[in-house]
């Protein structure tokens, strides 16, 4: 690529004026203005542990109509969802036209004012509506040619992908920056090198080096900074999960940090001239122009009218945004107040098993649907089940099973759980196999004399087996099963090699902690602890379906763990727990809606029969789910299992699209609501809780969990080619950690287009904010809410709608936050 | 007051910030040269912006941190110019205090 | 032909009935209709009535290819809102391919080559609304003309030679008469090859093509980069009358493979490292046509297609796979035993009677089996898979040699070529050994060359 700019001076200026004396900046102070600007992106995690960020998480400070405004302009993107999609999304009735004139009629202030008439028979709020409903909207940003930032993330994906690359340059072992720099200047006409020599090393003084040439008089860089670090969000966001997130030694295979990309790109826009953007700006003038054609009017429209035609897109985006809130909310309310009222707080009845879910919005069907099928308690809690554990595979990188916000406290062996030990060991050798397979395989088709020999020998049997994944998915995930069940591991509780395990009092500690959290009463005779996981195939982002509170992965080893804990003698005299309970774990796949108990032969033969009827049960809720999930999917319900075995399958499940709500309540509130798979569900008894730490445990953490996951669905969806992942189909995988779209350039950040949107184009998810929903006193709440920064920035800023429903006084209450538009 | 000849003066350095910024006075200190320093965590207390709650248990990023840190007044001051920067649009408070040290090499890691 | 007419027929009627949008999913009946056509092709090879061994056996690919890509495409392409574009491009390039491989009109064959040009464009650049992929789409027809004039010229030139627009004639009259006029065609021919195939200075359309969605990609690599090397067979009498033209290609051939096992091991994406695995593996085949091994280069051309297709379609299981430290690199003193091996093989092979053309490959089986004989000896189940498989290659090589009408050509010299070239190949890949145990570092020129093409 020889972009014509190459030739010309990076500066026109430059070549006719001397440099202007500029103030140096000290490396500490670009040390902090780096670090500051590296903010403005969130960590991006790979996509085989992939958790849902907010892409606008460097604006969660500014009231979230700001935050919008200000990551249009830093990202050049469109963070609402255009009126268009809006429009189809009110005429599929997920938005009510009442909600939408009641938004309208509020922002204008006020029924008397939105009344008013500023011409014959047209009111204020009409002209609104106009602008809502049926006037043009303004064009999209167009997307600004940025080669020099091209350049630096080609240099990213070579340099982080060093580890699984058979070759690369001498020049990427100074580092990132050292590899940038060489790209750039091989493209450079031999002649033009000399200029940008002077260029130092070390990347913070390049950055120095930078600044100073192009005469940044200002005090504080940070400006320039972070709208270099927003050009590259997907690899900055990439480097920041390196240096913040990972585990050192995979740190250290490719060490950088965002200096190094900073410096790159200001040495590339040192080379290649700095992109230009136009902002974008709406035109009032013209919007006056088409709402008088609209509304038919000839006289001049009054001054008065100045505010609504002056509304930017954004503003009228978070228009509808709120009315879409409020047509999930104000119906839910609602019901939730009538089953506050009417919900009988005894159960008397010892139910036939309790089922621990995780809060996942996709819990909430099944655990409807396993209600209806008997004596069933159910309750929601973290996926996690509050173990800080990590897992390995003796002599494997460690795997985190929690929440990102914390760092594993034990580190657990996967080894084979009692009872399957000849399974384990198939899937050790197997797996050993595969693997030298695969390395062989990939060295012989990448060998000077090897390469041709090796497709011409594989080429007919790669045939077979594509035809066969394609036809027959189910009878080729058969043959690929045999290679043996990944579940026959287990964590083991016990001490192993480098591996701690948990000792007897840390195991108390937390089988304690999980039942005054929870609030649970193990009564019955099964106690069901299940986590849950996605299955898809030939897929990058198949991660992304599984259990964002288990970094990523699936829920299965917190489970098994727990349940393990419980079922020891020791733990169960020291808590009391009833002769007759046995626990279990479990993992509900909710791509096929099936619910696996783990290690039932290890149950005593008392319990066997309960295990069949629950077993029983749990076949016929999933048959039902499946059924309602099929029809929002629009396929057939026998079609999902065969999608998740089907390497061409894009979209095996909708994951957490539509999540609207979270719920902090007694499951006595929620169990007679149909939530529509829209609501995280977290058990909590504010009786209980009368210092309010266990409030304060659930909104900071799995709330603020929550709150990223509807974040980035919700941004996705607005602009699903700058803050999200674009189409799939064109998806590269890179490294072993993400996805490049086509050719090149940035690492895919957010959700894919077919993850987020129906096949007509219709959103499948509707942007809305997260509404928190807390059953307890105002007063106590409040407490929590005030103490906690990250909760006062969230609620206070707009970012989560927070409702109290106050059991005492049976008044609903909503948080004060700044207005919207 | 040096009368114990064995004790030397140097500079403390005490920073108590969000939780979830401590990457970053991490990073200044050892931008300055200060190599060791002792954080703090589950630290409440009461600023301009009301009452904060110390930390929860499933976030490392909920209440504040301290960091206690020593060095020679040079490099403990030139941190302290570095934080200035952040304090101007983030929470938390610097303060900087003289005291006495047994094995002053100790603290001049170098 | 009247094969080709039929299964003409039925391509266009599926491309009817999923361009009406009425008849239900675009891609179904494409796939339908695909397998339908397959289906008759096999039917009627049973029956004796397929034409010539080369239409039968790269028809069958393409169609096999097209079938599974489509079914893939079922599911894949399932948000595209241009699925019925999607679905008729894909017939219609299946078609021009079949046309252009089994028609016996110089015409038609440049009506298959050139249709099936603009069509490929327009599915890199399927998705319109993107200004990358119309990039690509544009950069594709401009490489992509070059191929086609030198074509257009080269057949015109050679007809007019002699006299005829009948293929087989052309070529039995261009081996009777050699002339200046004739090297000139040949090498147009060669030049027309080149472009199709992607080999240097024509890979960037292909290394630059990731803007197709996977399953075009796939398509691409399985099914239209071979026309080149299918051009080079049924014009091989051509090539063997102007040896100018034969060291042309053999050269074009043997840098390309170089070069784009280079980019395969530079490139950090899997797609265009595909892509140059794909540059390499074509200037391998032209290579060999070029030594007048047609045989083996046919059977290169499907079996390389479908290991790429598979290779492209499962791309999607990258993510999380990370280089098994545990399996050594192999030691350059191993690799070194291989290529001696090898060599003995080749001196066997030769020794047997088989012409030296075809030793070369076989030497360098040979080669690739040695290098992988640790591995494999540890694990039974593997030696035994890998045994199977070498049973398919030999009799892959033997299938295509008895459907050919001329499964070995003359090459433009003799053993020397041959050792010559697999001491190329063999050096190369000692420097690659030694090279990856050194640390696998390039020197930055050429490494940005390589990661830029």
New interface residues.
Partial sequence: ?KPATLLAPAHPAEAASPVPATRQFT???L???V??AARTVPPLW???GAIAVNPLSGFETEPFGKAVRLAAETFRARPWLPLALWRRLLTDGAVEEAALRTAATAWLGGPDAAAANVAAGVSRLDLLMARLLHLPEDPAPQ?VTDPAALLVA?AC??Y??R???????????GGLFALAR??VT??MPRARRADTATCPAQPLDAIGWALGREGAADA?PQTRLARCVARLPGWAGHIRWRT?QADPDMAAEAPADMADLIAALLFADAVLGAPEAAPMRHDPAATVRQLAQHLGLDAPLPDTVEEIVALDPAALSLLFMQAAEDSFTTPLLARLSAAQTSAGRSDAHVPDAQLVFCIDVRSEPMRRAVEAQGAYQTVGY?GFF?LMIAVAEPGQRRQRQL?V???PQHDLALLPARGCEGEAERLRTRRH?R??????F??????????????????????A???LR??APLLARRLLRRQGDPHALMPSLDPHGSCTGLTPDERLAYAR?FIALTGIRPQSRLVVLTGHAGEA????Y?SALDCGACAGHGGAPNARVLAAIFNEPAIRAALDIPEQCWFLGAEHNTTTDEIRLFDTHLAPASHHGDIAALSASLVEAGAGVRAARATRLHRPADDLAR?AA??????PEWGLTGNAAFIVAPRSLTRSVDLGGAAFLHDYDWRGDASG?AL??IL???M?VAQWINCQYLFSTADNEVLGAG?K?????????G??R???GDLAIGLP??SL?????TPAHVPRRLTTIVEAPVEHVRA?V?????L?RLFGNGWVHLVILDPITGQQHRWPSVPLS | MNDNPTLSSMKKIEVVVHAADHRLIESALAEAGIAGWTMIRDVAGMGHSGFHQGRTIFSDETGLVMFVGVGPSERVRQAADTLRGFFASHAGVLFLSDVEVMRSDYFRAD | MSLMLIIFAVLALAAVLAGSRRAGDPVTLAAAGTTAALGLLVVAAAMGRAGSGLFLLVGALTLGIGAIVLGFAQRYLRADGARTRFAVNVLVLLAAVLLLTGTQSVLSLIAGWLVSGWVLADLIGHQRHWAEARAARRRALRLFTVGDAALVAGLVLLAWQAGSRDVAVIAERAAATPTALNTLGAVLLVVAAAARCALPPFSRWLTRSMTAPTPVSALMHAGFVNAGGVLLIRFGPVLESAPAAQWLVIGAGVFAALWGTGIMLVRPDVKRALAGSTVAQMGFMLMTCGLGAYAAALWHIVAHGLFKAWLFLASGSAIGRRADAAVAAPTLGATAVAVVLSAAAGALTIAAGLPPTGALPVALAVAAALAAAPALLRTPALLAATLVLAVTYAGGVTLAGALLARPYGEAPAGLWLVVGLWAVFNLAWLAQTARRRAGGLLPSAVYVRLLNS
């Fill in positions: 690529m490396r500490a102070e040390a902090l203005a670090e500051l790979p996509l085989d997307p080609d994906a070579a982080f992908s580890p699984v690359v058979a070759f690369g340059s001498a020049a990427a072992t060489a790209l091989e493209q504080n913040e973290a509050g929440p916000l914390v760092s196999r693997a030298a397979a695969l390395t062989l990939d060295r012989l088709k990448a060998g000077s004399a090897t390469a041709y020999a090796t497709a011409e020998t594989v080429g007919a049997a790669a045939g087996w594509m035809a394609t036809a902690g195939v030939n897929n990058p198949a999608g089907h390497w061409a399958e894009v979209r730490e304060a445990t900071t953490a799995p603020v189409d189909t064109v998806h590269n995988p890179v490294g072993g950690f996805v490049l086509g050719n090149g287009r077919q949107f129906h096949d007509d184009g929590v005030e103490g906690q920064d990250v006062r």
